[in-house]
C-alpha cells in the first residue's frame, strides 16, 4: 500500500514538474535568440548618411554591437554600441545605441544586433536619396491607451497600406503613463515590425512626464529610451531637435512648460532662442513644426495662449507652412494663419486626432477651423507626402476611410 503511495506521489511531482517545465516553455521566445529586443530605428538629422539604432537586452551585456552592410553584399561592418543602464519600476533596463554614419544615399542596408556569441535576425533600412523629389511620412496623434491592442491595430493598418512610408512620427502622449514601462514595453510590441524598418521621430508630450501617482515631472522614460539627434535646445535632450528630409526641415519643440515648471522654469524662452538659430539656418523649401499642445486657447476661440505669444511670431517671421499638433484627441485643420489671424498666406494648424483609445467628447470645433472632427468612433492617423510643389496631408481613420484631405501649395 505504502508502494503504491510512494509511485502516485511520484507520478503527481513528474507530471507537474513536466506541466510547469510546458509553461516554462511558452514564455514568449523572441525572433531574435540574442539576448536583443526592442530593436528600433531613430530619425536622425541627416537620413540621407545617418542612423541611428536602439535596442535593449535582458541582461547585463559588457560589449554589444551592430553589424551592417549592403545587401546584397557578403562584407558586413561593425561597431560596438553605447550601452547605458536606466531605473525603471520594472528594474533596470539595459539600453544599447548605435550610430551609423558615413552611409551611402538611396541604399537598402541590413543589420543585426547582439552580442559576442548572438546575433539577431538581419532586419533592413534605406538611406534617403541625395535629391528626394517625393516621399511619404506617417503621422500618428496620441497613442496613450488603456489597451495598447487598439494602438497595435491602428499602427499595423496604417503601416500595412504605407509600407513606403521613410519614417513616422508620434505626437506626444505616446503612452498614458510616462513612467510606467509596461506601457512603453507595450507600445513598442506593437510597432516592432514598423519600428526595426523605418525610424520614429517623436515628439514628447504631457503624459510624459507624470509619475505612477501623477505628479508632474522630468520625462526621464522618455528621455532614455529614445536616442534622437543632440541639436536641440540645451538640457532638453529629445525633447527639441530638428532634421531634414528631403526639401522639408522638421522642428520639435516642447510644450510641457507646465509639467517643467518646479523642475526647469524657462524652458519656451531657450526654444524660442534656439528656434531663431535653427531655422534662421535652414534653406529647405518647406518648414514644418511638431508641437504636443495647441498654441491656441483650447476653448472656441482662437487667442494664443502663453504656447501662441511664444512661438507664433518665429513661427510667422521663418515662413513655417505646417504645423502638426496633437493633445485634444480631435482632428481639426485651420485655415492659413498669420498675425495670429486668418491670412491668406500663413501658417496651417493640424490638430492630429487620436491613434490610442482615450477620446474626449467636450473637444471644441474653434473659429479657425476649416475642418473638424473628432474621431469618437475608431482611432486615426495621418499622411504626409511632399513633393516638388506641394505638402500633401491625409487624415485617415482605422478603417481606411479619409476624415479630411488638404494640398498645401507655397
Ligand atoms: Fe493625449
Ligand atoms: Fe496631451
Redesign the pocket.
Known sequence: MKKILIVVLALIVLVAGSAFYLIKLKEPVYADSADAQYVMQNITADSRTSRTIVWQSRGVIPKSYIEYRMTGNQNSSQIEATNIDFKTDEGVVHKHTAYLSNLKPATKYEYRVGDDKNRTNWFTFTTEAEKVSNYKVLIFP?SQCADYGVWQRLSSAAWERNKDAVFFINM??LVDNGEQYSQWRAWLRAISGMVSTIPAAPIP???EYYTLDWKATPAKLYENLFSLPTNGTEGLPNQTYSYDYGDVHYVVIDTQAEELAAFDNNIYERQVQWLEKDLSKTNKKWKVALL??SPFDWRASDAPNTIGKSFLPILDKYGVNLVFL??IHSYSRTVPVKNFAPANKGTVYITTGRSGDKVWEGSPRKTFDEVFYNPLDQPNYLTLEVTDNELYVRAVKQDGSIIDEVHIKE
Do not use: I, L, M, Q
Open positions: 496620441d506626444g502622449d508630450g504631457n503624459h504636443h499642445r496633437a493633445h
